[in-house]
């Protein structure tokens, strides 16, 4: 089945930026999966935000002139205001994974597309692997995760044979993390736990093999919420740690989960992510997942061969749960989807609808073209041309960005570059 993406809903509107704190206008409302809280926003109203998509601008909110229809005096403000201009891409619908997952894992090697654990709801995670395989695009050859593995929010990285499975979340809703770290051998689907474990657990840290040692940076501390700025590496081989100890490493500039982290042409790059993240309900026995504030960045910072970080030009909005959503083609980044910023006014999570591009020759980003929905935490491979996403979290619908149904659905598009 073959559709095209997105229907653009290009109203014009006419936007008043305004720097005003909002939260004066906060509608607190706590929600996470499936949320039916109303929208205090009219919802056949909107515009995707027009402005270069290129120029990142931080945090003025456009405001419209609009007034509700209850005649009181609160401004309205589109619920896709966070949208950017993209082409649309013709996007092919590929057989779903067996099942659906959100913060869930995936590592490409060659044709052979690994999906790791993540939740199939809030109260049930998931302890095993599907594989897809690009060349003839079919799923299969499921296997189990070790049981002491954790189930989500890991940092996952690979060598082309070996997968490195570092700390994350144990268990479902906002369980407690694991320092617990496995290493899968993925020529006999044989795994080793006798990995020295991370120095502290963390919950989705940037992970990456950078020059014969595997790094661990940033992610969320024990309590789920708090960044951490820790940086640590300890250098492997052949799926073997050969040393004995983690090493202290120079801290991330800013820290938290969910961010992209790769390596390019001896670089090491991170991308994104955000500080702060829904946490257990104090006392609650099954660890129940609260909201708490959240910011999301654009950040984009890098490691060369002077081991001190870089700034350099953000993504073209900020963008998090971007962990397993990228790929390197041709020397350039490519990110699908993730989470920007909340809703100014009605305080929900946005979720993000675009592709961008980050070409490295250049250091240019570029929204290169729109997804067939906004979706967080997707999995994401290229092969042949071809760039694929499975997975995730996606919208409720083209005019409203909150999260809703988690998806175990895979699509592709063939991918193209301007420059
Ligand atoms: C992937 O599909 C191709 C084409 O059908 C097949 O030759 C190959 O063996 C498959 N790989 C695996 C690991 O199943
Ligand atoms: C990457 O480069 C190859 C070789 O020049 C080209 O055929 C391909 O179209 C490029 N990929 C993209 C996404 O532009």
């Not at 997952?101 to 199939?120: C, E, K, P, W």
């Not at 963390?202 to 501390?221: C, D, E, I, K, N």
């Not at 800013?254 to 982290?261: D, K, T, V, W």
């Not at 290229?382 to 175990?408: C, E, H, M």
Request: proline share 8%.
């Amino acid at each position: 089945m073959v559709r095209q993406a997105s229907k653009s809903n290009q109203k014009s509107v006419r936007f008043v930026l305004i720097c005003a704190g909002l939260l004066g206008f906060a509608l607190l409302a706590n929600f996470f999966w499936a949320s039916s809280s109303h929208l205090s926003i009219s919802s056949n109203w909107a515009p995707r935000y027009s402005r270069s998509p290129n120029l990142y601008i931080p945090p003025k909110n456009p405001i419209s002139h609009k007034r509700p229809k209850d005649g009181s005096d609160r401004l309205l403000l589109s619920a896709t205001f966070q949208d950017l201009v993209g082409p649309n891409l013709e996007w092919e619908r590929m057989v779903a994974a067996p099942v659906p997952r959100l913060d869930g894992a995936a590592i490409q090697i060659n044709n052979l597309f690994y999906v790791f654990a993540g939740y199939g709801t809030i109260d049930y995670v998931h302890s095993h692997v599907d594989i897809y395989n690009f060349t003839d695009n079919t799923w299969g050859g499921r296997f189990d995760m070790p049981k002491e593995m954790a189930h989500s929010h890991l940092g996952m990285v690979t060598d082309g044979r070996y997968v490195y499975v570092v700390s994350g979340q144990y268990g479902p809703q906002c369980r407690g993390p694991t320092a617990r770290t496995f290493v899968l051998d993925t020529y006999s689907k044989h795994w080793q736990g006798d990995f020295p474990p991370l120095p502290i657990p963390r919950y989705a840290p940037a992970t990456q093999l950078w020059r014969g040692r595997l790094h661990v940076m940033g992610g969320s501390q024990e309590n789920r919420f708090t960044p951490g700025l820790e940086h640590w590496s300890i250098a492997v081989k052949n799926g073997k740690a050969i040393e004995k100890e983690w090493r202290t490493e120079i801290p991330i500039p800013r820290g938290g989960p969910h961010r992209a982290c790769i390596v390019v042409d001896d670089r090491l790059f991170v991308i994104g992510g955000q500080e702060g993240d829904f946490m257990a309900k104090p006392g609650s026995p099954i660890f129940k997942c609260s909201r708490r504030n959240e910011v999301v960045f654009a950040n984009v910072y890098m490691l060369d061969d002077e081991m001190k970080w870089k700034v350099l030009p953000p993504i073209p909005k900020p963008d998090s749960h971007i962990e397993f959503a990228w790929v390197v083609v041709n020397n350039s980044i490519v990110i699908v989807g993730g989470t920007t910023e909340k809703h100014p006014i009605t305080k929900k999570m946005v979720l993000v609808g675009e592709v961008f591009q980050f070409n490295l020759d250049k250091l240019k980003w570029s929204v290169i073209g729109k997804l067939p929905f906004r979706v967080k935490t997707t999995l994401v491979g290229f092969w042949n041309g071809w760039l694929y996403f499975t997975s995730g979290q996606r919208d409720k619908g083209p005019d409203d960005p909150a999260p809703k149904k988690v998806i175990a659905e895979m699509w592709r598009t063939k991918l193209k570059f301007n420059d």
